[in-house]
């Protein structure tokens, strides 16, 4: 996919390997601890000792930008993130819970980043790349036919579609429609806009692009995607960190979402509901 390289320091040429990665790696591991294991604690351990160690390495060699800046955004929005039960609930409450947490989550580091640290670190390109090409609008296709093919299968078979609330009335479908969608556009914004943003400024795309997949993943086991749906999450992650550094449109990425989490919807209302979309899928 032709397009421009992710926003980085342009004047720095990234090395292959650096004493930062393990600072930026034991902030990214609290991901795992906080949605995974679930064990708060380890979580604020790993943080702490990914920000000390990274004020460690600058003194002895500072650097623009700061990775301990850096860092702590990606901090910020994972205390945020993990202050709140991820269990997927419809209830008023439980949405207002998430639209706060979910949301702080991307404006309180993107507005220290810019008005704190003055240098505006995050940033959301919506059509940074121009026009999409031939092969992104096949991709579109691919991944809703990917989608039928493959998410039926893993959500009923697995019996992970009971992590989420039954939905058997119009005003549940509706909730869950808005809900799947909602957090479906804010994985792109936190993920891809703003830990994978910040990461790519200190390290090469593919160890950013691991290092985002791992706090991307953890979030969704701790939503629901559990059983084996990290051998789905897990490539899915990667490819939308390398689609938004190829094509720099958020857009994009947010629609490739879409797609994929229209048909998540739409498995789930069928899994709770047996009968109501016989024929639409093969499960």
């Known amino acids: ?32 601890a906080f949605f995974v294991l679930r064990v708060a604690w380890v979580g604020w351990l790993l ?94 296709v691919a991944v809703l036919v990917l989608g039928w093919l493959i998410l039926p299968f893993y ?20 909730r869950l429609f808005v809900g799947v969608g909602a957090v479906g556009i804010w994985d792109e914004l936190f993920f891809i806009c703003t830990v994978f943003a910040l990461l790519r400024r200190h390290f090469p795309m593919w160890q950013a692009n691991v290092l ?10 701790e939503l629901g995607y559990q059983a084996w749906g990290p051998l789905l999450t897990i490539p899915f992650a990667l490819l939308q960190g390398y689609i938004f550094v190829r094509t720099r449109s958020l857009a994009y990425v947010v629609t490739v979402h879409l797609l994929f989490d229209a048909v998540v919807f739409l498995v789930l209302v069928h899994a709770h509901n047996p ?7 093969l499960v």
């Open 275 to 281: 009968g109501l979309l016989d024929g639409l899928f």
């Open 212 to 221: 985002q997949a791992v706090v991307f993943v953890s979030f969704l086991w």
């Open 47 to 140: 943080l702490a000792a990914a920000l000390v160690l990274a004020w460690l390495i600058e003194r002895r060699r500072p650097a623009t930008p700061s990775l301990v800046r850096d860092l702590s955004l990606i901090a910020v929005g994972l205390l945020i993130v993990s202050a709140i039960p991820l269990k997927a609930e419809l209830d008023n409450l439980a949405m207002v819970r998430f639209a706060a947490a979910l949301g702080g989550a991307v404006a309180v580091p993107y507005l220290i980043s810019r008005y704190v640290y003055r240098d505006h670190a995050t940033r959301f390109p919506w059509r940074g790349g121009g026009r999409w090409t031939r092969f992104q609008w096949a991709w579109l």
């Open 155 to 174: 959500f009923i078979t697995s019996g992970v579609y009971l992590n989420w609330p039954v939905v058997d009335t119009p005003e549940l479908i509706a």
């Open 1 to 32: 996919m032709p397009g421009a390289r992710l926003s980085t320091p342009e004047s720095v040429t990234l090395p292959a390997w650096s004493a930062a990665l393990l600072p930026a790696a034991l902030a990214c591991l609290a991901a795992p």
